[in-house]
């Protein structure tokens, strides 16, 4: 399996990603908005993009559709609900849908809502798991809810989905907001060591050159993981005077989005 991130260096932040079965060269486009590099990087590493991926369908991920797709006569895949917000869907993608890419890449798609309604995760198979999650997951982070999405929902991704996956896995957002992220860990939980250490990794590299986490790092130094650890409820109760005395977890990760809101 190749997982290749690129990075546009847009005022964004984006990353876009090529996934490739080794044996074939073939590869999927995740999110190509700046369509023209995304091409260029594949044609350099003698891939071939078969596929168009949108993880969403915010224009920042949407943007470089069409162009890509008369360029290379790929297929676009996206969530099955997301027809009448993204034009041109050849294939809906469901939850527990698995495409196969080549001899030996397998993807598994997830239906992530929260940061929008019909999101879609990618489980990449291989030797080391990756997850290609879009605006939901980020590092040391979790996405905002402004444009169509639901903070309910994400904290249900969250519990019910992300939880379940193996600590190996990478992890490959739609942005670089690594060294923000890991500041407001740092916020929210002062005597974090990890998120300390991560954070100095990070203020020496930045888009291209971003950490790649694990889903176990990001147990550790991702405060949305991190629901039940007594400092972050007792940083919430001075944030918010009404919270309660003994609040469960869903309220924990919606009023620490809140104050990521404002950050």
Same mark, same amino acid.
């Given at each position: 399996? +190749?997982?290749?991130?690129?990075?546009?260096?847009?005022?964004?932040?984006?990353?876009?990603?090529?996934?490739?079965?080794?044996?074939?060269?073939?590869?999927?486009?995740?999110?190509?908005?700046?369509?023209?590099?995304?091409?260029?990087?594949?044609?350099?590493?003698?891939?071939?993009?078969? /596929?168009?991926?949108?993880?969403?369908?915010?224009?920042?991920?949407?943007?470089?559709?069409?162009?890509?797709?008369?360029?290379?006569?790929?297929?676009?895949?996206?969530?099955?609900?997301?027809?009448?917000?993204?034009?041109? +869907?050849?294939?809906?993608?469901?939850?527990?849908?698995?495409?196969?890419?080549?001899?030996?890449?397998?993807?598994?798609?997830?239906?992530?809502?929260?940061?929008?309604?019909?999101?879609?995760?990618?489980?990449? /198979?291989?030797?080391?798991?990756?997850?290609?999650?879009?605006?939901?997951?980020?590092?040391?982070?979790?996405?905002?809810?402004?444009?169509?999405?639901?903070?309910?929902?994400?904290?249900?991704?969250?519990?019910?989905?992300? *939880?379940?996956?193996?600590?190996?896995?990478?992890? /490959?957002?739609? /942005?670089?907001?690594?060294?923000?992220?890991?500041?407001?860990?740092?916020?929210?939980?002062?005597?974090?060591?990890?998120?300390?250490?991560?954070?100095?990794?990070?203020?020496? =590299? =930045?888009?291209?050159?971003?950490?790649?986490?694990?889903?176990?790092?990001?147990?550790?130094?991702?405060?949305?993981?991190?629901?039940?650890?007594?400092?972050?409820?007792?940083?919430?109760? *001075?944030?918010?005077?009404?919270?309660?005395?003994?609040?469960?977890?869903?309220? +924990?990760?919606?009023?620490?989005?809140?104050?990521?809101?404002?950050?």
């Amino acid at each position: 399996m +190749i997982i290749e991130r690129i990075w546009p260096n847009n005022k964004w932040r984006n990353f876009h990603y090529l996934i490739a079965c080794e044996d074939t060269g073939q590869a999927v486009a995740v999110d190509p908005l700046d369509w023209k590099y995304c091409l260029n990087v594949a044609k350099s590493l003698g891939l071939t993009i078969t /596929h168009i991926l949108n993880t969403h369908e915010h224009l920042d991920h949407i943007g470089g559709n069409e162009e890509l797709r008369v360029a290379t006569g790929a297929r676009l895949l996206a969530h099955t609900g997301a027809r009448e917000t993204i034009k041109g +869907i050849d294939q809906g993608i469901s939850h527990g849908d698995v495409l196969k890419i080549g001899r030996r890449l397998e993807l598994q798609f997830l239906d992530t809502p929260g940061h929008t309604r019909t999101h879609l995760c990618v489980l990449a /198979h291989g030797d080391t798991p990756a997850l290609i999650c879009g605006d939901t997951l980020f590092n040391a982070g979790a996405g905002n809810c402004h444009n169509g999405g639901d903070v309910g929902l994400l904290y249900e991704t969250f519990v019910n989905q992300f *939880s379940q996956l193996s600590d190996k896995t990478t992890i /490959h957002p739609g /942005h670089d907001y690594l060294e923000r992220n890991l500041a407001f860990t740092l916020n929210r939980e002062p005597d974090n060591v990890a998120a300390r250490l991560l954070l100095e990794r990070a203020q020496f =590299s =930045s888009g291209a050159t971003a950490p790649v986490t694990t889903l176990g790092e990001e147990r550790i130094t991702n405060t949305f993981f991190r629901l039940q650890n007594p400092q972050i409820i007792a940083g919430l109760r *001075s944030s918010f005077p009404n919270f309660p005395e003994t609040p469960d977890a869903k309220t +924990i990760f919606m009023h620490l989005r809140a104050l990521r809101n404002q950050w």
